[in-house]
């Protein structure tokens, strides 16, 4: 049964960093894509970053130059390293994967495996 454990997070002034990291269990499959997911109250679901099996980023607009997506596979842990933190970031961050690369990775493709989120606060 697949895992994915998030930790990271917290609370942070505008501008500072954070990294979010997602440790998967039990993934054995030999294609993946994987997905940080932000939704603050009130609004849908955002998608930020995703990287898939060929090392293939992509990057929401809102996370262009200010976040990175990255992953160790000797740990098989994603990580999203945000930068210049704005209260805009403010949300519950989820990581999620699946063994098929959607076209759209960052739209509403139904990910089979989800983490259990994590919130960023960012104050001004």
């Known amino acids: 049964q697949v895992q994915l454990v998030q930790s990271g997070g917290g609370s942070v002034q505008a501008g500072g960093s954070l990294r979010l990291s997602c440790a998967a269990f039990g993934y054995t499959y030999t294609s993946y894509c994987m997905v940080w997911f932000r939704q603050a109250p009130g609004k849908e679901r955002e998608g930020v970053a995703a990287?898939?099996?060929?090392?293939?980023?992509t990057y929401a607009d809102s996370a262009k130059v200010r976040f990175t997506i990255s992953q160790d596979n000797a740990k098989n842990t994603l990580y999203l390293q945000m930068n210049s933190l704005k209260p805009e970031d403010t949300a519950m961050y989820y990581c999620?994967?699946?063994?098929?690369?959607?076209?759209?990775?960052?739209?509403?493709?139904?990910?089979?495996?989800w983490g259990q989120g994590t919130q960023v606060s960012v104050s001004s």
């Open positions: 990287i898939d099996t060929d090392g293939r980023t």
């Open positions: 999620a994967a699946d063994f098929r690369v959607p076209e759209y990775p960052l739209g509403d493709y139904e990910y089979n495996f």
